[in-house]
């Protein structure tokens, strides 16, 4: 067997389905000879947005993968494997290397090398013999432990190389459970306290920890905030949610952080991040997670369970059981969520009901919230204010209804994993949310929807401008007009054979949505394009 049909084989047998890249890399043959349907982008990072959605709205039971030529190919997807790696995301990438008689040469670029800061595992594959053992390291590397994409970079020239028999097995999976000592630590710690806050972190949807994190949550009495890459584990029209927190968060998120005397962290890392919700000084905290290294991170731990969040949560909730008989009261703490929602909401309605024109975006967030089916679709935002601006108000019901990221924030990626949730999800409405900015980097890929049938529904906020640049930009902005962005896309749109609305006036705003949903329902992209006024409010509390 040839090195090129192993490779396709092992990922035909670890039950990958699609192949996203950019040619030339032989393994895009390879994989179509064993009916993997290839996805051709138009730029290497939008196929690892797509891959590292087919990950994620699976909860890793379908690993995303993709592949990329050798030198600029390669040079160009860095981006995207560097926010695989900073989300915790396992995708295979398989980028094709230099000749092996040229590939240490100088410039030429080794992925294997420059990409291994960004990646769980990274090889270059030398010889033909060695291909099953790459493919099994890889692979086990994906399925098990922390996410991350793990990188096998194969010479142009070892594709068509003999490698002999070969008959390979998917590799196992296993998980970690917590010491019981430390399960009797946490739970002490959580019992003594007054004001416990659970926070949920990307971990719960790996896990598929979803049941267990309500039952925990309801056990307790205890509030519930997650982090982006959280949000959408616990259902955010539950009484004792209190929404998201990034970047911009819910009064309720603030109120309670500020005031809780135990943070119960499930499922997260923690990390220090300008995305992430800002926790005073002085907390203490129980600190459940797969990763070793994240523990003490950047917070003290009180008490550490190393270990997978539903087997986590299943220890604490047996521990707790013996002392909790039934769900405590949590009447007080609801009515307290309840009292700051409904002041939140009444702060931001005006916003969020604007009937000017320009549109405000918190309008068409609010209307497009109230439109789609939330149990039925997947959403993501984009890097930026999309990303404020719909966090602390999009209420996510089902797990995975949201993909939230921002550890690197790179520009344009909601469009590629808007296309990879419709892929692994055919039957859910997949929407990304993106500005003007955003599209600016990535915005050809829309033909990628057309052209591959991926009828994903794309929501532009068109204020031709980088709003959120305006403060900090004041001089240059005023001089050389230097935020000032523009351009006509749900022409764009339509030029690409795709439904393509340019929406101006607030009494339209549901009627083009629905309008969107219906050209997807019938198998076509749809891109609403929105013109917004330049709005830099945010909730930032």
């Not at 409904?342 to 702060?347: I, P």
Request: net charge neutral.
């Amino acid at each position: 067997m040839k090195v090129g049909e192993a490779i396709a084989k092992a990922m035909k047998a670890e039950g990958m389905e699609i192949l996203c890249g950019y040619p030339v890399n032989h393994l895009i043959e390879f994989a179509a000879a064993q009916n993997i349907r290839p996805i051709i982008v138009r730029q290497e990072r939008i196929g690892l947005h797509m891959a590292d959605a087919i990950s994620r709205v699976t909860s890793g039971k379908k690993i995303g993968a993709f592949c990329m030529q050798h030198g600029p190919g390669a040079e160009n997807a860095y981006g995207g494997v560097a926010q695989c790696y900073s989300e915790n995301i396992p995708v295979l990438v398989v980028p094709q290397g230099y000749a092996r008689r040229i590939a240490g040469v100088d410039p030429n670029f080794s992925s294997a090398l420059h990409m291994r800061s960004v990646s769980k595992s990274a090889e270059h594959l030398m010889m033909p013999k060695e291909t099953p053992n790459a493919l099994r390291r890889a692979f086990s590397k994906l399925r098990n432990g922390r996410g991350g994409p793990c990188l096998i970079e194969v010479p142009t020239d070892i594709w068509q190389e003999e490698i002999g028999d070969f008959d390979y097995t998917p590799v196992v999976k296993a998980r970690t459970a917590p010491d019981p000592a430390d399960v009797r630590k946490a739970a002490a710690a959580i019992l003594a306290a007054k004001r416990p806050v659970i926070y949920a972190g990307t971990g719960v949807q790996w896990a598929e920890a979803w049941a267990e994190l309500k039952q925990f949550a309801e056990l307790l009495g205890a509030p519930v905030t997650t982090s982006l890459g959280g949000k959408s584990s616990f259902p955010e029209n539950h009484p004792l949610s209190l929404g998201s927190g990034g970047n911009s968060v819910p009064l309720a998120v603030h109120e309670f952080i500020k005031n809780a005397d135990l943070i119960i962290g499930i499922g997260c890392s923690f990390t220090e991040t300008n995305f992430g919700i800002k926790f005073p000084a002085g907390k203490k905290f129980v600190h459940a997670t797969l990763e070793p290294d994240h523990l003490n991170k950047d917070v003290r731990a009180e008490v550490a369970l190393l270990g997978d969040a539903q087997l986590v949560l299943q220890a604490l909730i047996g521990e707790l059981g013996q002392t909790i008989k039934s769900p405590r009261d949590a009447s007080a703490v609801v009515a307290e969520i309840t009292k700051l929602r409904e002041q939140f909401l009444a702060q931001w309605m005006p916003l969020l009901t604007s009937n000017d024109a320009p549109l405000n975006p918190y309008r068409v967030i609010w209307d497009l919230m109230h439109t789609v089916d939330r149990d039925n679709c997947i959403i993501t935002h984009d890097a930026g204010s999309p990303r404020d601006q719909i966090t602390p108000f999009w209420v996510s019901t089902t797990p995975l209804s949201y993909m939230g990221w921002g550890k690197t924030t790179q520009l344009g990626s909601g469009l590629g994993m808007a296309m990879g949730a419709k892929l692994a999800k055919p039957d859910k409405l997949c929407m990304n949310i993106w500005g003007d900015a955003a599209i600016g980097f990535t915005g050809m890929d829309f033909e990628t929807a057309v052209r591959e049938r991926i009828p994903i529904m794309s929501i532009l906020l068109n204020n031709f401008s980088m709003a959120i640049e305006l403060k900090v930009m004041p001089v240059s902005t005023e001089k050389y007009r230097s935020t000032d962005i523009s351009g006509n896309y749900a022409d764009m749109a339509k030029a690409f054979d795709g439904h393509g609305e340019r929406v101006t006036q607030p009494g339209d705003i549901k009627a083009a949505i629905r309008r969107g949903i219906e050209a997807t329902q019938q198998g076509k992209p749809a891109l609403l394009e929105f013109i917004t006024s330049k709005e830099t409010r945010v909730s930032k509390l």
